[in-house]
């Protein structure tokens, strides 16, 4: 079970730095990326409420592990990453500073698959 939890954690802080990553380019632009392309993966997220469900992850997974409730979040996620998943592949060439960070949280969603 405590595996569960950390694994859930750990999923919602790199959701969290992943939103923290497309905002500081929209800022500051560092890898001068398409700020238009990267905008559109900003509305995505916000509109899949990443956020939220990164918040809800590490609150319900901070003391007692609930799988039903975990994997709900999980799933609700996984769409919108999937979205932004295929975004980026068919803009990769303005947007490959982006696979690094989808690559790990697809690979950590992967991790509450249902056997």
Do not use: C
């Amino acid at each position: 079970m405590i595996v569960e939890m950390q694994k859930a954690i750990l999923l919602a802080e790199n959701i969290k730095g992943f939103l923290s990553f497309i905002n500081k380019n929209l800022d500051h632009n560092t890898f001068y990326m398409d700020q238009d392309k990267l905008h559109q993966i900003k509305l995505i997220a916000e509109d899949f409420k990443f956020h939220i469900l990164a918040d809800e992850l590490i609150r319900i997974n901070r003391f007692v592990w609930d799988p039903k409730y975990t994997h709900y979040l999980v799933d609700r996620f996984r769409r919108g990453l999937q979205i932004i998943d295929e975004f980026t592949e068919r803009n990769y060439h303005s947007l490959f500073m982006v696979t690094g960070r989808l690559y790990t949280l697809k690979n950590l969603t992967l991790s509450f698959s249902k056997i």
